[in-house]
């Protein structure tokens, strides 16, 4: 079997690796569709050692994003008329354009669903299957499928993620110096264009509070001012989760890394004009406790929860993993999901070989 892959963002990458996994398990072929530009995507696909096709550059704008749709889609509908596929994989409008116009089979993964507005209305409708979370309340159609659990347990599973401790030591860190990460998102894609998050000042004074305790590095999906770009994390994109796992706290306006730290055991905040919009992500903190979000206008109440959470880190740490366990406990394993409907749009039983949730990272 054939499977065309396309990622735009680096959690594609991450979800959908996992699948591939199970899928090259299975002796399966696999392509992916990539794009320069964006954070890590092209570093994350080569750091695992598959090949892809640079399928377009990302843009920044709406104008240069609405661009880059026009050249991906060709470039998706030609890669698919030279590989043939069988199915193709995406979280992204492309693949699903490509398999439409081919009638190739499309499994279309969404946390995001209809919250994304234009993002998913071009995507989800055109798609053969759309998977989701349980969280997804919505329903898409007849061609909705739910699986329980969310989007970065497809990579931060257990039985897949197991953090390296050696991290630290590569970090510079001290044994116990405690550690903090800044995530500060670039707000350039096509769902973001007009949301906001995070101030200059309101940078200041979070570094402020956090270097008064300890060590503080800096994620960002943008070039940094001078000042601040000694503070980027050095480590290469595929250790990224290493690192992400030994911090004490993550604070940003990044929904995916918030609550990927979550999901592996690091209480995050967020701040930014998407709190409390998506489900699946109210449900990992209203349910679960595993990350806060606050949007623009409740600085104080942001402001308040840092230093809630600052002056009792432990405490917090012990609630956090309270959650975490009660979550693992309710969750299915995403992968198995989608390896199955996978396999059910191409029309064959899965092997053996792509069955199981143990495939360590």
Not at 234 to 261: K, N
Not at 284 to 292: A, C, I, K, V
Not at 295 to 317: C, K, S, T, Y
Request: charged share 25%; with cysteine.
């Amino acid at each position: 079997m054939k499977v065309l892959i396309d990622a735009v963002h680096p959690a594609d990458v991450w979800t959908l690796g996992a699948v591939e996994d199970r899928l090259l398990a299975a002796g399966e072929e696999t392509l992916w569709l990539s794009r320069p530009g964006k954070d890590s995507v092209v570093e994350l696909i080569e750091a695992r050692g598959r090949p892809h096709v640079r399928a377009s550059r990302a843009g920044t704008s709406m104008l240069s994003l609405a661009r880059e749709l026009l050249v991906r889609d060709w470039r998706a509908w030609r890669e698919v008329r030279r590989l043939r596929p069988d199915v193709i994989l995406t979280r992204s409008p492309a693949g699903v354009h490509a398999g439409r116009l081919t009638r190739t089979p499309v499994l279309y993964d969404t946390d995001d669903g209809h919250v994304a507005g234009l993002l998913y209305y071009v995507a989800g409708p055109l798609a053969n299957l759309i998977a989701s979370p349980t969280a997804t309340i919505k329903s898409y159609g007849k061609q909705h499928r739910r699986y329980q659990g969310y989007k970065e347990l497809f990579y931060l599973h257990p039985d897949r993620f197991k953090p390296d401790p050696t991290v630290r030591a590569d970090l510079g860190l001290a044994p116990d110096e405690r550690f903090f990460i800044l995530r500060l998102t670039a707000f350039t894609a096509s769902h973001d264009v007009s949301e906001a998050g995070m101030s200059r000042a309101q940078i200041d004074r979070l570094l402020e509070k956090f270097q008064a305790l300890g060590a503080v590095l800096i994620s960002s999906e943008q070039p940094l001012p001078a000042d601040l770009a000694t503070l980027r994390i050095p480590t290469p994109p595929h250790r990224f989760h290493d690192v992400l796992a030994a911090a004490d706290l993550v604070v940003g306006d990044s929904q995916t890394v918030c609550s990927e730290a979550g999901v592996i055991g690091t209480p995050s905040i967020r701040y930014n004009t998407w709190a409390g919009r998506h489900p699946y992500q109210v449900e990992l903190e209203e349910r679960w406790g595993l990350t806060r979000a606050f949007p623009l206008d409740d600085e104080v109440g942001f402001f308040a929860e840092v230093d809630r959470v600052l002056a009792d880190l432990d405490g917090v740490h012990e609630v956090h993993a309270d959650g975490r366990a009660a979550m693992l406990a309710w969750c299915g394993d995403p992968v198995d999901d989608l390896v199955e409907w996978t396999y059910e749009l191409a029309g064959r039983d899965v092997p053996a070989a792509a069955r199981g949730s143990d495939l360590d990272r």
